[in-house]
Nanobody, 127 residues
Framework: VQLQASGGGLVQAGGSLRLSCSAS????????MGWFRQAPGKEREFVAT????????LYASSVKGRFIISRDNAKNTAYLHMNSLKPEDTAVYYC?????????????????????WGQGTQVTVSS
């Protein structure tokens, strides 16, 4: 599956953005989806994940209550709705897909669990 992330940009602190991750090439609905981010000089970190059916999700503590992950399997697209953005949210955001049908939870916060990655989209939050 090929993933294309979009929707990043420059926003003031307190603002909102919606990232999209469009998938093509294979059955999108079999994949759990994840969002990760990487700030300059830092390691890539987990942001959020959602099950293949969209009925379960997990968030990093740093974004819980501000970000919402969702998906539309009919459109082969996953989303990350980001609200109340902070300067520390500035990073390149990556979407990723993983076939986790044999796992217990159907989602993962571990980057190595994901087989496919998008190219990343830059989010910059100004103070």
């Amino acid at each position: 599956v090929q993933l294309q992330a979009s929707g990043g940009g420059l926003v003031q602190a307190g603002g909102s953005l919606r990232l999209s991750c469009s998938a093509s090439g294979h059955r999108f609905s079999i994949y759990a989806m994840g969002w990760f981010r990487q700030a300059p000089g830092k390691e890539r970190e987990f942001v959020a994940t959602i099950t293949k059916d969209g009925d379960g999700w997990l968030y990093a503590s740093s974004v819980k209550g501000r970000f919402i992950i969702s998906r539309d399997n009919a459109k082969n697209t996953a989303y990350l709705h980001m609200n109340s953005l902070k300067p520390e949210d500035t990073a390149v955001y990556y979407c990723a897909a993983a076939d986790l049908r044999s796992s217990g939870t159907g989602w993962s916060r571990v980057a190595n669990a994901y087989d496919y990655w998008g190219q990343g989209t830059q989010v910059t939050v100004s103070s």
